[in-house]
């Protein structure tokens, strides 16, 4: 059973900026909830080097109809050249807390 929602994965430098992320989702209507983690270390490959750097991974609540524009506020107000930015399908989930979702990103779309 498909649901019209997305969890968006998306990590940011550092709690400041995951939080000024965070609340201008919420505020915008774009998310009805973003978790703020603790900090993960992230080992990737960027311009032909190994790196690693500590990160804070945020879990955005959303749904299909509006991952444009959370696409749209990550790119603008993200500090990295290129942000991490991938939403997972939500396939299923408690019935209430999926309509609470939805109703949050649909008041202010």
């Known amino acids: 059973m498909s649901t019209p929602l997305l969890l968006i994965l998306c990590t940011v430098p550092d709690r400041e900026t995951a939080l000024a992320l965070s609340k201008t989702l919420v505020e ?9 983690t603790t900090p993960v270390t992230s080992i990737y490959q960027w311009q032909g080097q190994l790196e690693q750097s500590e990160e804070i991974l945020l879990l955005i609540k959303t749904t299909k109809k509006q991952y444009q524009n959370v696409e749209s506020v990550l790119r603008t107000e993200h500090p990295y050249e290129l942000p991490e930015i991938i939403a997972v399908p939500v396939e299923q989930g408690l019935n209430g807390y999926l309509n609470w979702v939805e109703r949050c990103t649909n008041t202010k779309a």
Do not use: E, I, R, S
């Not at 915008?28 to 703020?36: D, E, I, P, Q, T």
């Open 28 to 36: 915008k209507g774009l998310a009805a909830c973003v978790n703020v």
